[in-house]
């Protein structure tokens, strides 16, 4: 089964501005502000994936596209990622990635140390996907 949940997630839970782009791909908006772009703000609750998953038996993929705030909702799976060791794929884009302040080395690692590997999927320019696995 698939779930597929309305929320913003990053590292922390709490409240944040949401910037969507006006003219630009409206779903590309971000937790930071693009200034090519003029963009609406919207406030938005925020949860860590650790929060909105605690209660899942079962957890065997965690696909994460969310314009450069991908390191921060990885770091706030941390338990989800140890007790049930899913696939991961995320997008990583080294404009929003900068954005966030967040490098993927530092992902890498993090995801590393949990006993993940790495290979480069899709890359376009400055952007490509992450598939991450798990021996166990």
């Known amino acids: 089964n698939v779930s597929v949940i309305k929320t913003a997630v990053s590292?922390?839970?709490?409240?944040?501005?949401?910037?969507?782009?006006?003219?630009?791909?409206?779903?590309?908006?971000?937790?930071?502000?693009?200034?090519?772009?003029?963009?609406?703000?919207?406030?938005?609750?925020v949860k860590t994936l650790d929060e909105i998953l605690k209660n899942e038996k079962s957890v065997d993929l965690i696909q994460i596209d969310i314009c450069g705030n991908e390191g921060k909702a990885i770091l706030g799976a941390k338990d989800t990622i140890s007790i049930h060791h899913p696939i991961i794929i995320f997008e990583y884009?080294?404009?929003?990635?900068d954005l966030a302040g967040v490098t993927i080395d530092s992902a890498l690692n993090f995801l590393g140390k949990l006993g993940y590997k790495f290979e480069k999927i899709g890359k376009s320019g400055d952007s490509f996907n992450v598939l991450c696995l798990?021996?166990?």
């Open 11 to 45: 590292d922390k839970s709490g409240n944040s501005s949401l910037f969507i782009p006006e003219i630009a791909n409206q779903g590309g908006g971000s937790f930071y502000r693009d200034k090519r772009f003029e963009a609406k703000e919207i406030e938005v609750e």
């Open 93 to 97: 884009n080294k404009y929003g990635w």
């Open 134 to 136: 798990n021996d166990k």
